[in-house]
């Protein structure tokens, strides 16, 4: 089993530019979700998917989009770049036991660096 | 929603010494507190967690300990090795993989 996998790993992005951070998991687990990690205040929750066809916004989740077609992957897109959205961004995946918190498993990272 | 607070947010120990760190969460629905370590450069793994039906979870030199009524949960390291010496964060979860993160806490084992 890879895990969770994350691409790229570095990313530097003008102002204005939009992407995509690709995210995948190779362990059936049905939840997936997007942090951004800043000094000094933890991992911040974007967006997350409890399945397929299913996502929905979280703490800060302004400027981001994500879809889940597939239970594998959950992409993040950036619209369109601002220096605020530097930061280093974490996919991670858990599986489902009723509502109930589970371990989740961290992809690689990625930083992103928007001048 | 959600928020988690932790304290201290720098720690340093002499090697042997138990290092102990804090939190603190709002939600009362919140039913899973895990704990993670990140080492620099690298991504967040698991080291323990607890959920909200038990009051102590020990495993070998960690420990995690969990007061519903009064909302906060603490890690316990004992006999500190270099090795520990890396970021700490602690979390709540009411559903899902909706985590809510503390602020993390840099420990440093000095030998």
């Known amino acids: 089993n890879a895990g969770v996998t994350q691409t790229p790993k570095f990313q530097v992005l003008k102002t204005g530019q939009s992407m995509t951070l690709q995210c995948a998991q190779d362990?059936?687990?049905?939840?997936m979700s997007w942090y951004r990690q800043d000094p000094g205040m933890g991992l911040r929750l974007i967006h997350y998917?409890?399945?397929?066809?299913?996502?929905d916004q979280g703490e800060v989740p302004n400027g981001y989009n994500v879809s889940r077609s597939t239970t594998e992957d959950f992409p993040l897109r950036l619209l369109s770049a601002a220096p605020s959205q530097t930061s280093v961004y974490f996919c991670?995946?858990?599986?489902?036991?009723?509502?109930?918190?589970?371990?989740?498993?961290f992809g690689q990272g990625t930083r992103l660096t928007v001048v | 929603g959600e928020n988690v607070e932790q304290h201290p947010s720098t720690l340093s120990v002499q090697e042997g010494d138990s290092a102990v760190i804090k939190c603190t969460y709002s939600?009362?629905?919140?039913?899973?507190f895990p704990w993670y370590k990140q080492e620099l450069g690298k991504r967040p793994q698991l080291i323990i967690d607890i959920r909200s039906n038990v009051g102590e979870k020990k495993d070998q030199r960690i420990a995690v300990t969990l007061n519903k009524t009064a909302k906060h949960f603490s890690l316990h390291i004992t006999e500190t090795q270099p090795e520990d010496s890396a970021v700490y964060f602690c979390?709540?979860?009411?559903?899902?993989?909706?985590?809510?993160f503390g602020t993390g806490t840099s420990l440093t084992v000095i030998p």
């Open positions: 362990m059936n687990h049905e939840y």
């Open positions: 939600d009362s629905a919140s039913n899973y």
């Open positions: 979390a709540a979860a009411a559903t899902g993989n909706q985590f809510y």
């Open positions: 998917s409890v399945g397929a066809g299913i996502t």
């Open positions: 991670a995946s858990s599986y489902s036991i009723g509502g109930g918190g589970t371990e989740a498993f």
